[in-house]
């Protein structure tokens, strides 16, 4: 069927969301140029997921006509089709639980950088007090410039 082989591009289409975001969390370093790199690939990846969602729902119209299920969106369609097809609901299942395993890898990727963002806030209050430390050292300078002494 052509709406099950929809199903497993977007099946797919998240497990790369789950390992993009396992793959940022695995990165020790250099974590602006990770985030970039997962927010570009992100992008991308979700753009792929709406169009097959539009794909899905066609298909589900046109397989769902003259039923009174509603197939507006990909949820509806999601949740229709193992009764209209009971053989479609291990590949339905499938896709839940590629969904959720890309909710809990997010859920993972947001505290680490809530974390990561106290850090980053924690240093800049330290190098905020240092330099005013500093401050208090400066000597004034009351001379003024040389170029503006000469010509007084």
């Known amino acids: ?53 539009q794909e899905i729902v066609r298909e589900a119209r046109r397989l769902f006509n003259g039923t009174t299920f509603d ?6 369609a999601l949740r229709a089709l193992p009764i209209v097809c009971p053989e479609m ?29 106290s850090e980053i806030r924690a240093e800049i209050n330290t190098v905020r007090k240092g330099s005013q430390g500093i401050k208090g050292y400066r000597q004034v300078e009351t001379l003024g410039s040389c170029f503006i002494n000469k010509v007084k």
Do not use: P, W
């Open 1 to 53: 069927m052509i709406i099950e082989q929809k199903i497993s591009a977007v099946i797919q289409a998240y497990k790369s969301l789950t390992e993009a975001n396992k793959g940022f969390l695995s990165v020790s370093r250099e974590h602006i140029e990770s985030f970039r790199n997962l927010i570009d690939q992100r992008a991308m990846i979700c753009e792929d997921i709406e169009l097959l969602s």
């Open 71 to 76: 197939s507006s969106s990909m949820t509806d």
């Open 89 to 117: 609901s291990d590949v339905c299942q499938q896709l839940k639980d590629a969904l959720r395993e890309v909710v809990e890898s997010d859920s993972s990727v947001e505290n680490f950088i809530s974390r990561l963002s």
